[in-house]
């Protein structure tokens, strides 16, 4: 059973979804029309449609669900529009695409989260209510290949080999020798957890904590790594030495 997050006093959180699956773009509008903290604006199935209602749209929408695979081409170009022309809007990524290059290329682009839809939450609707909480949903499985894909680019860059380096991704720098000090115990597991795909509500079960602690120490962590989202830190904590692989 879901506890929903409060929006405060303030008006429903508003959703544009672009998804060319008619089954779930229905299964989502369902899903956000069920929530008195949601309030849908429109489901669009192409990327002419999307910039088209970005372009001409007097609401910004708060939260954007977007696929990659539109029949008319990459999601990643409406994600881009949404976040240009309205920057309080967050992206969420909902696509087949697993691979690392696109999560990457996602997060370059503004995506907060990113789901696989072989593996869709059961309520959506609570999912974007957990983002705009702070949270960024992202699925497991794919947590667990960007961080494969960032030590293979972090091994390359040590090696001089830096040709498939993200743009905008600084080299890993030597760890600092007082860097593991920055964290405390705590939030370097939780930390930890978070880079192996766990949701607050699993870490606070598997470290015996209340969900709302376990949100207290990722925000300190992510004021102290100068970072606003989990894959930013997971990032940042690895270039600063702070995250290892394990074993």
């Known amino acids: 059973m879901h506890t929903e997050v409060s929006t405060g ?27 008195d903290r949601l309030r849908w604006m429109a489901g669009l199935g192409t990327v002419r449609e999307a910039l ?15 696929d990659l695979g539109l029949p008319d081409g990459s999601g990643l170009d409406v994600i881009r529009a949404a976040v240009a022309r309205f920057p309080q809007c967050e992206p969420l990524v909902i696509s087949v695409f697993g691979d690392e290059d696109n999560v990457l290329a996602s997060i370059e682009a503004g995506a907060v989260g990113y789901l696989h839809k072989d593996a869709p939450p059961e309520d959506i609707a609570q999912t974007i209510l957990e983002m705009k909480a702070g949270a960024s949903p992202i699925s ?70 209340s969900v709302h602690t376990v949100q207290t120490h990722i925000k300190n962590l992510y004021g102290k790594l100068a970072v606003h989202s989990k894959n930013e830190a997971v990032f940042e904590a690895t270039r600063l030495g702070l995250l290892r692989h394990p074993g």
Do not use: H, N
């Open 9 to 35: 006093p303030g008006r429903p959180f508003r959703v544009l979804v672009v998804e060319d699956d008619v089954r779930a773009r229905g299964f989502f509008e369902q899903s956000v029309r069920a929530s």
């Open 52 to 66: 088209e209602w970005l372009a001409t749209s007097t609401e910004a929408p708060d939260v954007l669900l977007a």
């Open 140 to 209: 497991p499985m794919i947590a667990r290949r960007v961080l494969a894909k960032y030590r293979l680019l972090q091994s390359a860059a040590s090696a001089g080999a830096r040709a498939d380096w993200p743009a905008d991704l600084a080299p890993p720098a030597a760890p600092k020798a007082d860097a593991p000090t920055l964290l405390s115990a705590r939030e370097q597991e939780v930390l930890a957890l978070i880079a192996r795909g766990f949701s607050y509500a699993e870490i606070a079960r598997l470290k015996s904590l």
